[in-house]
């Protein structure tokens, strides 16, 4: 399908919740309806075909007294989801009464296979279903997204003559239009898009840089990649077409499988709908989220290490909860971050609990494949805070240095100001990679990349700029490079150590007895009067 008829859908979409929800909702809530509406419908869709072979064979499951009905119902359906109950949505749709149609719509919800159920209820759409019910615009909005006017299904929609009136909407196509949906609501909610929502542009040049020093080293077969903050799984999907792309250009065959962790309950429910609607449900499997799934307190992968990472944890944020259900400072032994390195069995890299990004970073880093011959890539954006906060001794200092002492970071790229939904600070991409190639070992490359953006038209939200693809490449160009010039400097390793020292020395001051301790308040009243 053409960009301009998936427009064309995003369009109607947005319209429905302009006509419906305008005077039920605020503009910036209109999502939690109009989102879950939208995957209930792509998912109504796909299943319409293969409604009856579900249900008869949920019938016979039931009459063998089968417990674990989930495999052959998916196979059914022929998806990864299914819905056991006896409704469709054109099913509801001829309801008069809005009691029944309320009643109806709710065991239709219930009937829906488990990880469609996560979804709703991270959602919690049954939440919005009483208010929208009472103010009679259910049914509306049902028969809104029924309209012959658009097809989110697979299928081409026909005339009477046989003729196509739309053209099917593939995975790739739906994903399309829904994270059209996403970044407009986003924009709606400027005061938290930059929470969980990435410029795609920023992630289309971390996915490059992790991917494009090793593309001619990509070998046919299996690669993992992970998101410790996933938000709404931009960067995992973005990186997962790179790589696909890159392994097509040189003739060779990949498959990937998606992992992330997310935090946020409708964030989380966004991501895993995103992929079951792209067709990938087994990767929606693959991400765990919601408020009891703190990549930091409750790791959903610890036994597992990947080929790429990347990642835009939150920064300035307080993890000081997490800290507590963890044991305290004193009580955590995650080996995460209480690791031996430098002789020290308890190295600590546990950082104040007001800013837990770098965390972030040392869980991605406990994740690096040790045995593989391209080890682990790894691209995570943070804020100037992470190149200087904590003195020697102290977490990030302990972060830095363990990064560092290993070898293991290849570059700093520093972004345009204002690159992001909701802050205009300076922010920087940190490339690490534990395979580095001779030519890098005990070297770290500075670029400087603020310069490299073009203006937007029209702000969005802090965000006044963007990297074009031509940036993106001059900025690559310049990493692969790995030469000195003005935008490009090279340290080696030891050049970002220091020792902290505390030089003691007697006070010097006249007109004092030397043979005598005075208290703190005799000192200041003894300066103050030299000062005069």
């Not at 696909?244 to 499988?257: I, N, P």
């Not at 944890?313 to 800290?323: A, C, F, I, M």
Request: glycine share 6%.
């Amino acid at each position: 399908m053409e960009q301009s008829q998936l427009n064309w859908i995003a369009n109607f979409i947005w319209g429905i919740a302009d006509d419906v929800l305008r005077d039920l909702y605020k503009r910036s809530e209109y999502r939690d309806v109009i989102l879950p509406m939208t995957v209930l419908r792509r998912l109504d869709a796909e299943l319409e075909s293969t409604k009856r072979a579900v249900l008869d064979m949920k019938a016979s499951l039931d009459e063998a007294r089968v417990v674990h009905q989930e495999p052959a119902l998916r196979q059914a359906a022929g998806t990864a989801f299914y819905n056991t109950s006896k409704f469709t949505l054109r099913d509801l749709k001829a309801r008069a009464s809005q009691q029944q149609l309320k009643a109806d719509f709710e065991a239709y919800l219930d009937g829906f296979s488990p990880n469609v159920q996560d979804i709703l209820d991270n959602f919690d759409l049954r939440h919005e279903i009483p208010k929208v019910s009472k103010a009679d615009a259910l049914g509306t909005l049902i028969e809104k997204f029924l309209s012959p006017d658009i097809n989110l299904s697979r299928k081409p929609m026909m005339n009477v003559d046989g003729s196509v009136k739309h053209p099917g909407l593939d995975n790739h196509g739906m994903g399309t239009i829904f994270e059209e949906l996403l970044r407009r609501f986003n924009e709606e909610n400027n005061e938290e898009a930059g929470e969980h929502w990435t410029p795609r542009d920023a992630v289309r040049l971390m996915a490059k840089l992790i991917f494009l020093p090793i593309a001619n080293e990509i070998e046919s077969g299996t690669y993992l990649l992970y998101d410790g903050a996933c938000g709404t799984g931009g960067m995992l999907t973005v990186a997962e077409e790179t790589l696909q792309e890159l392994a097509r250009e040189h003739g060779k065959q990949v498959a990937t499988h998606l992992y992330g962790q997310e935090i946020s309950d409708k964030t989380y429910a966004i991501c895993k709908a995103d992929l079951l609607l792209k067709g990938e449900g087994d990767e929606a499997d693959n991400i765990v989220g919601g408020p009891e799934h703190s990549t930091f307190s409750n790791d959903a992968f610890p036994a597992r290490e990947f080929d790429f990472m990347l990642s835009n944890p939150p920064y300035g944020k307080s993890w000081k909860s997490d800290l507590e259900r963890m044991g305290g400072k004193d009580g955590i032994k995650d080996p995460r971050f209480i690791i031996e390195h430098a002789g020290d069995p308890e190295y600590s890299l546990i950082t104040r609990s007001s800013d837990g990004q770098m965390l972030f970073l040392a869980n991605m880093l406990s994740k690096m494949k040790q045995s593989t011959r391209l080890g682990s890539r790894i691209a995570e954006v943070h804020n100037g805070s992470s190149l200087f906060t904590g003195d020697a001794g102290q977490g990030e200092s302990n972060i830095r240095r363990w990064i560092i002492e290993n070898d293991w970071l290849e570059a700093i790229v520093a972004l345009p100001l204002n690159m992001f939904y909701n802050t205009g600070i300076a922010t920087y991409i940190w490339v690490l990679n534990n395979r580095k190639p001779a030519h890098r070992k005990r070297r770290v490359q500075l670029i400087d990349a603020t310069q490299r953006f073009k203006p937007l038209r029209k702000n969005l939200g802090k965000k006044n700029c963007e990297l074009s693809d031509e940036d993106i490449q001059r900025i690559c160009d310049t990493f692969l490079a790995f030469e000195e010039t003005e935008q490009s400097k090279i340290f080696p390793n030891a050049a970002f150590g220091y020792w902290k020292v505390t030089v003691e020395r007697p006070l010097r001051l006249e007109g004092i007895d030397p043979n005598r301790v005075y208290s703190p308040k005799e000192i200041k009243a003894l300066n103050e009067t030299l000062e005069q």
